[in-house]
């Protein structure tokens, strides 16, 4: 997404633009798939930066403006309810953030307050672009939110929305997250990913820009210690003036001996990664008796944010109800995905055979251990299929399918070789939304120099 | 070019950088910026598309002179007459 977006941006300040993608598909981290008949979302759970619909300042409106799409042709539809469930306690949230004030109040006298004035401190490093502070998430967090409960509880969503390292992520990007998933809330495409890559990808070719499929980056040119070019897998060398990346920076560094794959940025690089299930269901989850478009759920008194010594983390996962949003029209069909914490090693160095049975066993304890709040829906089920880090590695070339990255964050996107720019998850805007806004930024700031 | 022709394009760019903005009822003479949501980023990047499509070069200093849609068509009628 990253990509693209700054593709088109450039291909918009009239620059000759070439995107190469080494799939067969555009979107990277966040596409789509067919199997057994369905048209499937990898990656996308949500879209955040919802509201509001009008004015410019609100980051999701700036990003479709600099883009030039139309937020009308994404036909977003928000949130119904999501859910924090936390061992035995339960928040509720949705796109207006009156209602997690209310429900916060209620359980934890006083919340209130400081989840307003985290708020304000969100939107005031957004205003400021202090994305990054270097301070720990968890270090500042009490001096808005006394109850240890309720910090665990809030740092869930955020944590497994975009926090690349383990236990802790940087105070300016937890706001961020805040801001983007509590205030601003989520929505989804009518289409799906679908329907924003399709948007990307014609928006480019109308702008002048090139999309190439099956062309991988084997290497970066440089000459003189400036990018001059690329060569694909099939050994082309195509020459330009700047090069932005999207592999990631210990991956971008695989393509480019200048710079240093070993360096600080690399620490912690591959250690996050997921395992998620989708399944297909005959009927809408509404009818089994589940209403929430997400539900984020913890057992455990803490949170555990770390790579698992086990193959999978069940003790916390992620499940979204595609359907439980307020399309237009009704989806094609009902699915619901649920997203754990997964050992990369385990599911990289499993042997092929194993592999294959891993992922149904875990598939299965997966749903067997879902909190008691949702229903069972396991003989609603049609089809199913399940993803690794290993599944993420291999279509997406990032290092042990690690999807947020490493945890050292690259805002301005240089890279020690002059033109060439790190974009994606290593220049530290996570998220579909944040990934176009951070490519949208770093190809704006190297055209205009 | 004539100051019709010159309005219509003016339009297409604006409705190309700003989809949802709706145009139907701009009237010429209030600036634009109070009628339309535009930032200066989108104002650089009609100037932009001014470059790129009709090699116009509006220097930094004649930008007030892009504030309403008569102001706009004058400044530019002389140097679009000729396309």
Request: charged share 20%; aromatic share 8%.
């Amino acid at each position: 997404m990253a990509g693209m977006a700054a593709g088109l941006r450039l291909a918009l300040y009239g620059k000759k633009t070439l995107v190469l993608e080494r799939h067969s598909r555009p979107g990277g981290l966040n596409s789509w798939y067919r199997a057994g008949g369905y048209q499937l979302d990898v990656g996308l759970h949500a879209l955040t930066n919802y509201n509001p619909a009008a004015g410019r300042d609100a980051p999701l409106n700036r990003l479709l403006r600099r883009l030039r799409l139309s937020r009308a042709a994404l036909a977003l539809a928000p949130q119904k309810e999501s859910w924090i469930l936390h061992y035995g306690a339960k928040l509720v949230f949705n796109n207006d953030f009156a209602c997690l004030l209310d429900n916060a109040q209620a359980r934890f006298p006083g919340a209130a307050d400081g989840l307003r004035k985290l708020a304000a401190e969100a939107r005031r490093h957004y205003m400021e672009n202090r994305f990054f502070t270097g301070e720990s998430a968890r270090a500042r967090l009490p001096e808005f939110i006394a109850d240890p409960m309720l910090r665990e509880m809030i740092l869930m969503p955020v944590m497994f929305y975009g926090c690349a390292g383990q236990e802790d992520m940087d105070w300016g990007q937890f706001l961020i997250i805040f801001m983007s998933v509590f205030e601003e809330g989520l929505c989804r495409p009518q289409g799906g990913i679908r329907a924003i890559i399709d948007l990307l990808t014609e928006r480019l070719e109308r702008a002048g820009g090139e999309l190439r499929l099956k062309a991988g980056v084997r290497s970066v040119i440089t000459r003189d210690g400036a990018a001059a070019g690329v060569i694909l897998d099939n050994g082309e060398v195509i020459e330009g003036g700047a090069v932005f990346s999207s592999a990631g920076w210990v991956e971008s560094a695989a393509l480019c001996p200048e710079m240093d794959p070993a360096g600080d940025a690399a620490a912690g690089a591959g250690v996050m990664s997921f395992l998620e299930s989708i399944h297909v269901l005959d009927r809408p989850a509404a009818q089994l008796g589940l209403d929430a478009s997400i539900i984020f759920y913890n057992n455990a008194p803490r949170f555990s944010y770390r790579k698992p010594d086990a193959p999978v983390d069940l003790n916390s996962g992620v499940v979204c109800v595609a359907g439980n949003f307020g399309y237009e029209s009704p989806l094609p069909f009902e699915q619901i995905r649920v997203t754990h914490i997964a050992n990369p090693d385990y599911w990289m160095l499993a042997p092929d055979k194993l592999y294959l049975s891993a992922k149904e066993e875990w598939r299965a304890r997966s749903l067997a251990s879902l909190p008691m709040d949702l229903p069972d829906f396991r003989s609603a089920i049609t089809f199913h299929d399940t993803f690794t880090p290993r599944t993420i590695h291999k279509f997406t070339g990032k290092l042990n399918g690690a999807v947020y990255g490493a945890p050292a964050k690259h805002p301005g996107g240089d890279t020690p070789v002059k033109g060439l720019y790190v974009i994606g998850t290593d220049q530290g805007l996570l998220g579909v939304t944040g990934a176009m806004i951070g490519g949208v930024a770093v190809a704006a700031r190297a055209a205009l120099v | 070019m004539t100051a019709d022709g010159i309005r219509q394009a003016i339009i297409q760019i604006i409705s190309e950088i700003a989809p949802d903005e709706d145009l139907t009822g701009v009237n010429p003479d209030e600036p634009l910026r109070d009628q339309v949501d535009l930032d200066s980023m989108d104002f650089l990047d009609i100037v932009m598309e001014l470059r790129k499509r009709y090699s116009i070069e509006v220097p930094e200093q004649d930008y007030p002179q892009l504030a309403t849609m008569s102001s706009t068509v004058s400044y530019l009628l002389p140097r679009m007459e000729s396309l």
